[in-house]
Structure formats: C-alpha cells, structure tokens
C-alpha cells in the first residue's frame, strides 16, 4: 500500500491552536498574558523605548566625528607659490599676502616648505610654519618670524 496525499498530517501534538487572548473569560481574558498595571499592559510600547528618557538614537551626534569649536583653521601657502607672487623676495607677512590677494583679513596662516627658492630671500611673517619651509627658507639666507594669532605681532624668530 502506498501513501497518498491526502494521508499527510503532522505529527501528534505538533499543530497547536492560537491562543484567542482579551476575549472575554472563558479563554485568556482579563489581563490576556500581559500581567497588571504598567505601560505594557495597556499599549503596545516600542523595543527602543527608553520611559521618556532621551532616546539613544537621538542622544548619539547625526555625523560623524568631532569638530572642536576652537579649532584653529589655516590658510597655506607653499614657497613655490610665494616664489610666482614675489620673484624679488624680500619682506613678506600677512599684509602683502591680503594685498596680493591670497588671502582674507581674518585668516591665519601657515608657510608650508613646497618648491624651491632657488636663490631668492624671503623675510617671512606668518602665524605657523612647518619645518621644512623653515629650514628652506634659513638656507636661502632669508628668516622666518612667527606671528601672534591675535595680535598680529612678533613672537619668535
């Protein structure tokens, strides 16, 4: 004998019924299984409810990273650069750079050792160099001076 189709069935106690919950208290009524008082047996409450508190997803920043508010953001200029604006050389600080148009009132910047001087002296003002630009710059003959971030005048050479 074989088995056909509709000789299928599941095993012994595999099917269950649904639980027919809240519908009066011949079946799970009353309560219907969430047990007494509280939000979750009055409502459904979502998996990422905190009770009011500031939820995670808006506690964490929207981007990524941190940006410090004290940041100090500055212009560069390689020497190559300043090479093409002054082919003579000579005296160079942040007020020649805002005539020439490299850059505005109010920005800070730094000299950056790109390029070659190839002979040409530079006495630089600036508000930060970088070693290579310094060492470049004393080997042409010229100085670099450091200028206050506020002020606008000397601080070291």
Known sequence: MSIRIHDLQPAPGAKKAKT???????SKGKTAGRGTKGTK???????AFEGGQMPLQLRV???KGFKPHNKLVYQVVNLDRLV????????VGPEQLIEVGVLNKKELIKVLGSGELEGVKFDLKAHAF???ATTKVAAAGG?????DKKTGEALAE
């Open 84 to 91: 093409e604006l002054f082919p003579d050389g000579g005296q």
């Open 143 to 147: 100085s670099t001076t450091v200028v």
């Open 41 to 47: 047996a009055r409502k459904t409450v979502p998996a």
């Open 61 to 63: 920043p929207k981007l």
């Open 130 to 132: 970088s070693a290579s």
């Open 20 to 26: 027919r919950v809240g519908r009066g208290e011949g």
